[in-house]
C-alpha cells in the first residue's frame, strides 16, 4: 500500500496510469487503496479530479487491452486442445467451454460492462472477451465506460473524503461481502429451481 500510494505522489498520473494498469493485470494491486489516494491528493492541487479519472480510466483501459489481447492469442482452437488434454483434471469439458462462448457471444457486451463494476471479475473478464472474439472496438468501449464509472466512484469518494480516504477500502471490501452474499443466494435459488423441476421416480 505504501509503495503504490508513493509511485502515484511521484510520479502523478503517469505513475497512477502505470498502477492502475498493473491492477489489471495482478488484481491484488487493489484500485480501491490507489484511486481514493489519487482523488485525495487533489485536495492539495497536486492533481485535479478530472485528470484522475482520466490517468485512471487509461490506465485501466491499457491493462484490459493486454488480458483482452492474450485471450485473442490463446484463441479458441487452443483453448479447445487444453480442454481435451487438461479439461478432466478440473471437470471441465468440451460442451461446457461451447455453452461458455454462446453465452459470452449473446452476453459479453454486458459481461464486458457490469464486470468492471466486480471487484477481481473487472480484470478477469477480458480474457473470455479476447477468447470470443469479441471485436476489438466494441471492448474497448465497454471498458471504458464500466471503468469510467467505478474510477469516478472511487477518485470522487477520495476527494470527498479527503484525510479519511482509506475507508473507501472497507467500504468496498462491504460492497465485495454483499455480492458474493447474492450470488451464493442467487447460486441457492438456481439449484433448488433444478431440483424442483427434475421428474419425481
Known amino acids: 500500500m505504501d509503495w503504490l500510494t508513493q509511485v502515484v505522489e511521484r510520479w502523478g498520473y503517469l505513475g497512477l496510469v502505470a498502477v492502475v494498469a498493473l491492477e489489471n493485470l495482478f488484481p ?11 482523488g485525495f491528493l487533489t485536495t492539495f492541487g497536486m492533481l485535479t479530479l478530472p485528470g484522475v479519472i482520466a490517468a ?19 484463441g479458441r482452437h487452443r483453448l479447445e486442445a487444453l480442454t481435451r488434454r487438461y479439461g478432466h483434471y478440473l471437470g471441465i469439458q468440451i460442451e461446457h467451454v461451447e455453452r461458455a462462448e454462446a453465452w459470452f457471444a449473446r452476453y459479453g457486451a454486458w459481461a464486458v460492462l457490469v464486470g468492471r463494476l466486480v471487484p477481481i471479475v473487472r480484470s478477469l473478464i477480458s480474457i473470455p472477451a479476447g477468447l470470443a472474439g469479441m471485436p476489438g472496438l466494441m471492448f474497448a ?12 466512484a472511487l477518485a470522487g469518494a477520495g476527494t470527498a473524503l479527503g484525510a479519511a480516504w482509506p475507508l473507501v477500502q472497507e467500504w468496498v471490501r462491504l460492497y465485495q461481502r ?5 450470488a451464493l443466494v442467487l447460486v441457492a435459488v ?6 424442483a423441476a427434475r421428474p419425481r421416480k
Open 28 to 38: 491484488p494491486i487493489p484500485s480501491e487503496v490507489v484511486i481514493p489516494f489519487a
Open 56 to 74: 485512471s480510466t487509461l490506465g485501466s483501459l491499457l491493462g484490459a487491452l493486454v488480458l483482452y489481447g492474450a485471450g485473442r492469442a490463446l
Open 141 to 152: 468501449v465497454y471498458t471504458v465506460a464500466g471503468t469510467l464509472v467505478w474510477n469516478t
Open 178 to 182: 454483499v455480492l458474493l452474499m447474492a
Open 190 to 195: 438456481w439449484v433448488g429451481l433444478r431440483l
